[in-house]
């Protein structure tokens, strides 16, 4: 019985999707629930999975095209069973095994299967991708493995080598140029700063991040304290957490928090709902969990809808100060920025503590400074005190 694969059904914002990679072939054996291909959309990679047991009979498009929902993929031919190579073909390799081919070779055969930003690295650093351990998807080795294989010493650079290599803009990376140019085009943004100093913070993680972690099954991690204050301070500014849309501005009565994750493919914004519900444990388990699906290229569309507020933080990549692009139609993100001992009055004495700048991107159409910069002092007082983000004070 022949059975269809179709691309799974897409939300109305993602008119369409592309053909990334096929994981199988006409003619190979697969199960049920085993991923055969994936789809790439404006913001995330699909996997695709075999709804039978059975052998792939056929394949309707390939990597590279332009699908949309509900359109058939391939047949599957349910309960059929592959064809087994000849005996002969199967001997073969053995036969071959005493004259395995050189090294060479096997080294292009793994440069091709990287991606394009990878394989530019791979070059242009003399690196064997085969000598290199992956952390990617599936093992895969990425540009990231690449850069600390280099610094590691465990690659010579090609003698000379000026290598250039020219690559289509993935369907992630063109929505991420799409968006930035619409929140530049669009939006009347205007940036405030403050610094703010967490050694309390630092200090409630050092005596209770072990039981938090013994309690709760999660590390204490500084995300949860700014995400929750932020969510505290929203509910004071209701302006901060609104939306324009046409001549009404949108209030929106809940904290629905857009955490942004760096992934190989771009920047992507999960969505914490309801944080002014939530609890610390709550709140780092989210994160880790959207941190993981990222990572494993897991996320799924309904992870990235909707958020009335972003959080961003470059002090992850040792940022020390950035103004952060309001992503449409929410009108604020909050930027977080690398954690930097200084010295710091206090009580008219000199003492050195761990500080971080914030920052507060915003759409000045409704967002007047004064409830800009009071919002940063709010979330600044929060996490001095950080008794006051537990009692939303």
Do not use: C
Not at 47 to 57: Q, R, Y
Not at 63 to 69: N, R
Not at 231 to 246: E, H, K
């Amino acid at each position: 019985m022949a059975t269809e694969v179709k691309v799974p059904v897409l939300p109305e914002s993602v008119s369409d999707a592309t053909i990334a990679a096929w994981h199988k072939k006409p003619g190979d054996a697969v199960k049920r629930d085993e991923n055969l291909m994936d789809l790439e959309t404006d913001k995330v990679v699909l996997e695709v999975p075999s709804p039978v047991d059975g052998v792939l009979k056929e394949i309707k498009f390939k990597e590279g095209d332009t699908v949309t929902s509900s359109q058939i993929l391939a047949i599957i031919e349910e309960g059929a069973v592959a064809a087994a190579a000849p005996a002969a073909a199967a001997e073969a390799p053995k036969a071959a095994a005493p004259a395995a081919a050189a090294p060479a070779p096997a080294s292009k055969s793994a440069a091709d299967s990287l991606p394009p930003g990878a394989r530019f690295t791979a070059t242009k650093e003399g690196i064997d991708p085969s000598q290199v351990d992956g952390t990617g998807r599936r093992g895969a080795v990425t540009k990231e493995d690449l850069v600390n294989y280099a610094k590691s010493g465990g690659a010579g650079k090609a003698a000379g080598a000026r290598p250039e290599e020219r690559v289509p803009m993935t369907r992630i990376r063109k929505r991420i140029a799409e968006r930035l140019m619409q929140s530049k085009d669009s939006i009347a943004m205007l940036t405030s700063f403050n610094e703010v100093n967490l050694a309390k913070v630092s200090a409630a993680r050092k005596e209770l991040g072990e039981d938090f972690q013994k309690a709760h099954g999660i590390k204490l991690g500084f995300m949860s304290f700014f995400v929750k204050a932020a969510a505290n301070a929203l509910q004071r500014f209701p302006v901060v957490n609104a939306s324009i849309d046409g001549d009404d501005i949108i209030y929106h009565g809940y904290a629905d928090i857009s955490i942004a994750v760096s992934t190989d493919k771009g920047l992507v914004t999960p969505v914490l709902r309801n944080v002014e519900r939530m609890g610390f444990a709550e709140i780092e388990q989210g994160i880790a969990d959207y941190a993981k699906k990222a990572r494993d290229g897991k996320l799924g569309l309904d992870d990235l809808q909707g958020g009335t507020f972003t959080i961003t933080n470059g002090g992850t990549f040792g940022s020390l100060m950035s103004t952060p692009i309001v992503n449409p139609p929410q009108s604020a993100i909050l930027g977080m920025h690398t954690i930097k001992e200084r010295p710091i009055a206090e009580n008219g004495q000199v003492v050195i503590a761990p500080m971080m700048y914030i920052a507060l991107s915003y759409d000045h159409r409704i967002i007047d400074g004064k409830d800009a910069v009071q919002f940063l002092v709010d979330i600044k007082n929060q996490l001095e005190n950080p008794n006051r983000i537990l009692f939303g004070l």
